[in-house]
Each structure stands twice: as C-alpha cells, then as structure tokens.
T-cell receptor
Framework: NAGVTQTPKFQVLKTGQSMTLQCAQD?????MSWYRQDPGMGLRLIHY???????DQGEVPNGYNVSRSTTEDFPLRLLSAAPSQTSVYFC??????????????FGEGSRLTVL | AQSVTQLDSQVPVFEEAPVELRCNYS??????LFWYVQYPNQGLQLLLK??????LVKGINGFEAEFNKSQTSFHLRKPSVHISDTAEYFC???????????FGSGTRLSIRP
C-alpha cells in the first residue's frame, strides 16, 4: 500500500533556484494539501485542492505555486527559493474535504534546505 | 477564520502517569476537531476526531478527548502513558464553511522511565 508518496525526501537548493516537490496518492482521494512544518509553529497550510482542476490558498501561500491536473498528483513549485522556505514539507490527502471531517493521510515529508 | 492554540510546547511525564494535553480553538461556526500524532521522522497519523454526537471521543492507543463547546476546548488525555507514547501531538480544527484543516503548534510529550 503506497498511500501518499513524496519525492524527493531531501533537497538542498541555492537562493533563487526553482524546484518542484512531487506528491502522488493512490487512494483516489479528492482532497489534497501541502503543509510546511517549522519548529514551534506546527503545520501551516500552504495550498489545498478539493479536486482535479481546483486549487486554493492556505495560510502561507506566498512563494509557492500548485496545480492539480489529475486526481492522483499535486505538485508544489518553488519558483525562486529563499532561505525562509527552509522547512519540512508534508503532502496530505483525504477522501473527504476538511469541511466534512475527513481524516488526512500524510506522506513521509520532504526536507528542504535553501542556502 | 478558525485557529488552534496548544498552550504547552512540551510536557514531561513519568511512565504510567496520566497526561493531559491542552487544546483550545476559535471559530464562529460549527467545528470538527482532530488530534494527530507524529513519531520521530514520520508523517502525522490520526489519533481521534470529533465530528458530532458524544462529546467524549475515544481514539487509538488508549487516548481520549473531550469536546467542551462552552470552553472551546478539546483536551487529549491518557490515564497511563508508556515510553512508546513519546511523540509530538497536534490538535487540528476545520469548520463547516471551509475545506481547510488548521493545525496547532504542537505539544512534545516526553516520557521519563
């Protein structure tokens, strides 16, 4: 059972570089989301999607882009990385959107360092 | 907009002692409440959730939580903790008007033998 798969697990970038964090789920979940985890700040919602072709902003969307062309995939793009984006990123999916009390299933995280 | 406050960043307890992890939320509409656990170097997994009905919710690994609407709280409890409960615990909230799940800052539970 693959569940939610995130790649890469680790990445080091230089300021100004771009990259994409990949997220794929094989549970046919409609809802997908990206969080970043920073010490003392818990998880903060970056972007989320309630279905293919639909995305919306979370609490901290600046500096990140997303798209949802298929149900399975929800990539997170950093167009010009900054040191403030050094964090651990989690992708999560749910059969039901948060408004319906759905359980989130998390990937194992991607640790990003921006120098 | 909803928000979640976890007042304690760290809670040390002795093995087999009871523990309570506090969570308060703010929202102007009906809410759904969750507790997630994160073991070292892993993603989060659901412990329990409150959607409606009984205010006392039982979850996995012997944890339970009580929804208190008047105090806007959803504290997590366990009567006797084990070394294996060492982890970080996150309270989360979503409301009926938005498809977002918002997390608190987390409480790190450390168990002393």
């Amino acid at each position: 059972n693959a569940g939610v798969t995130q790649t890469p697990k680790f990445q080091v970038l230089k300021t100004g570089q771009s990259m994409t964090l990949q997220c794929a789920q094989d549970m046919n979940h409609e809802y997908m989301s990206w969080y970043r985890q920073d010490p003392g700040m818990g998880l903060r919602l970056i972007h989320y999607s309630v279905g293919a072709g639909i995305t919306d902003q979370g609490e901290v969307p600046n500096g990140y882009n997303v798209s949802r062309s298929t149900t399975e995939d929800f990539p997170l793009r950093l167009l010009s990385a900054a040191p403030s984006q050094t964090s651990v990123y989690f992708c999560a999916s749910s059969r039901l959107a948060g408004a319906h009390g759905g359980e989130l299933f998390f990937g194992e995280g991607s640790r990003l360092t921006v120098l | 907009a909803q928000s979640v406050t976890q007042l304690d960043s760290q809670v040390p307890v002795f093995e087999e002692a009871p523990v309570e992890l506090r969570c308060n939320y703010s929202s102007s509409v009906s809410v759904y409440l969750f507790w997630y656990v994160q073991y070292p170097n892993q993603g989060l997994q659901l412990l329990l959730k409150y959607l409606s009905g009984s205010t006392l919710v039982k979850g996995i690994n012997g944890f339970e939580a009580e929804f208190n609407k008047s105090q806007t709280s959803f504290h997590l409890r366990k009567p006797s903790v084990h070394i294996s409960d060492t982890a970080e615990y996150f309270c989360a909230v979503s409301d009926s008007s938005a498809s977002k799940i918002i997390f608190g800052s987390g409480t790190r539970l450390s168990i002393r033998p």
